[in-house]
């Protein structure tokens, strides 16, 4: 069974800084894609970035350029770098991965860390 630790979420002032980590319980080579989610109460769960295997990206309009992904798969982990945060960065964040066996996909969630923006 595969875990996913999230961990760096807070409290932060609009305009500061937070870093997320999601550590995997499994090799992170194995994974295709790794990144991070985000649901703010009362809407649905959005992506936010993520990072392929291969080293492609992908961020949410709203965070590009405020946000940067990254992996060290020497130590199984991807991280979210949040600059400029704003009120509406306020959500909690899960950590996602999956990796493929053949034709079949399997999807891999972190339980979620709550980051709040707010003076």
């Known amino acids: 069974q595969v875990q996913l630790a999230e961990s760096g979420g807070g409290l932060v002032q609009p305009g500061g800084s937070l870093r997320l980590s999601c550590a995997a319980s499994?090799?992170?080579?194995?994974?295709?894609?790794m990144g991070w989610y985000r649901q703010a109460p009362g809407k649905q769960r959005d992506l936010v970035a993520t990072?392929?295997?291969?080293?492609?990206?992908k961020y949410a309009d709203s965070v590009k350029g405020r946000f940067t992904i990254s992996r060290d798969n020497a130590k199984n982990t991807v991280y979210l770098q949040m600059v400029n945060l704003k009120p509406e960065d306020t959500a909690v964040y899960y950590c996602?991965?999956?990796?493929?066996?053949?034709?079949?996909?399997?999807?891999?969630w972190g339980q979620g860390t709550q980051v709040t923006v707010s003076s």
């Open positions: 996602y991965a999956n990796r493929w066996e053949g034709l079949v996909k399997y999807d891999y």
């Open positions: 499994r090799n992170s080579f194995s994974f295709y894609s």
């Open positions: 990072s392929t295997s291969g080293g492609t990206t």
